[in-house]
C-alpha cells in the first residue's frame, strides 16, 4: 500500500512564502507523473502542478498559481516539493500530493498539510 506524508504548511501572511514536501513510499515513484493538489474552505480538491516522469520532467500549473508556484521532485529520495511565493489569501487550503493523474490517484490520500494566508 501506498503511504503519502505530506509536510510544511503553515500560518503565513500575504506575499510569504512556503516549501511543501511529499515523501512516497511503497510504491515505484519514479515510474509515476506527481502531482500537487488543494481543497479549499468549500471547494472541489483541485490539482494545481503536476510534473511528469522521465527526461526534461515538463511540469504543468492551473492559471491561479502559474508564475508564484514551483513543482520539483527527487527520485531518489522519492520526495516531491511545491516551492510557493507571493502567497495570498486565495491559496488557503489543505496540500494533498498524489499521482499526477487525476482518474487513476493512489488511495488512500494523505492527511494533508495545512496552508492559510491571512493578515
Known amino acids: 500500500q501506498v503511504q503519502i506524508v505530506e509536510s510544511g504548511g503553515g500560518l503565513v501572511q500575504p506575499g510569504e512564502s512556503l516549501r511543501l514536501s511529499c515523501t512516497i513510499s511503497?510504491?515505484?515513484?519514479?515510474?509515476?507523473?506527481m502531482g500537487w493538489y488543494r481543497q479549499g474552505p468549500g471547494k472541489e480538491r483541485e490539482l494545481v502542478a503536476r510534473i511528469s516522469v522521465g527526461a526534461g520532467e515538463n511540469t504543468n500549473y492551473a492559471d491561479s498559481v502559474k508564475g508564484r508556484f514551483t513543482i520539483t521532485r527527487d527520485n531518489t529520495k522519492k520526495t516531491v516539493n511545491l516551492q510557493m511565493n507571493s502567497l495570498r489569501p486565495e491559496d488557503t487550503a489543505v496540500y494533498y500530493c498524489?499521482?499526477?493523474?487525476?482518474?487513476?490517484?493512489?488511495?488512500?490520500w494523505g492527511r494533508g498539510t495545512q496552508v492559510t494566508v491571512s493578515s
Open positions: 511503497g510504491s515505484i515513484f519514479s515510474l509515476n507523473s
Open positions: 498524489n499521482r499526477g493523474v487525476q482518474t487513476a490517484v493512489w488511495q488512500p
